[in-house]
């Protein structure tokens, strides 16, 4: 399966984060869950067109899951981010709720996961599943200790 994050995956939301003069370099960024407000950031934030592509190629091989670690009250703003995204393919939207995405994860049937995931923190909690795992990497300076296929934020 492919499982896709949307924040600093799909969507550029550090760089509306970098526009109000927050830093990005550390993670995760200590921002007030009040500052997300109705969600203005998300949807203002401009698709990564490297890392759609990749999506558009894999999920031609494995079924899409997009999972975001997004509250559920931001649900009709997320679906609507992605709808208008005419160049991402159809998948299953599902929030975390707080739950690192491993645990998540591991309630689908699947023994190799394709993920592609920014947060060091997400990546670990899916690697620690012990699954046979392809790692693709959207790269910001908070994630490069990581090991994985990066791809270039342009």
């Given at each position: 399966m492919l499982f896709v994050d949307i924040d600093n995956?799909?969507?550029n939301t550090n760089a509306e984060l970098i526009n109000l003069g927050i830093d990005i370099s550390v993670y995760p960024s200590s921002i007030p869950a009040s500052f997300w407000g109705d969600g203005?950031?998300?949807?203002?934030?401009?698709?990564?067109?490297t890392?759609?592509?990749?999506?558009k190629y894999l999920s031609q091989y494995f079924p899409l899951?997009?999972?975001t670690a997004r509250d559920t009250k931001y649900g009709m703003i997320t679906l609507k981010w992605l709808s208008e995204q005419k160049m991402?393919?159809?998948?299953?939207?599902?929030?975390?709720?707080?739950?690192?995405?491993?645990?998540?994860?591991?309630?689908?049937d699947c023994s190799v996961i394709h993920l592609i995931e920014d947060s060091p923190e997400e990546i670990e909690s899916v690697l620690s599943l012990k699954r046979k795992t392809h790692l693709y990497i959207p790269d910001w300076p908070y994630n490069r200790h990581i090991q994985g296929t990066r791809i270039k934020i342009l």
């Amino acid at each position: 399966m492919l499982f896709v994050d949307i924040d600093n995956t799909l969507a550029n939301t550090n760089a509306e984060l970098i526009n109000l003069g927050i830093d990005i370099s550390v993670y995760p960024s200590s921002i007030p869950a009040s500052f997300w407000g109705d969600g203005f950031l998300f949807q203002k934030a401009k698709p990564i067109p490297t890392t759609i592509q990749l999506v558009k190629y894999l999920s031609q091989y494995f079924p899409l899951v997009y999972i975001t670690a997004r509250d559920t009250k931001y649900g009709m703003i997320t679906l609507k981010w992605l709808s208008e995204q005419k160049m991402l393919p159809f998948g299953v939207l599902v929030f975390s709720n707080g739950k690192p995405k491993g645990e998540i994860i591991k309630g689908f049937d699947c023994s190799v996961i394709h993920l592609i995931e920014d947060s060091p923190e997400e990546i670990e909690s899916v690697l620690s599943l012990k699954r046979k795992t392809h790692l693709y990497i959207p790269d910001w300076p908070y994630n490069r200790h990581i090991q994985g296929t990066r791809i270039k934020i342009l």
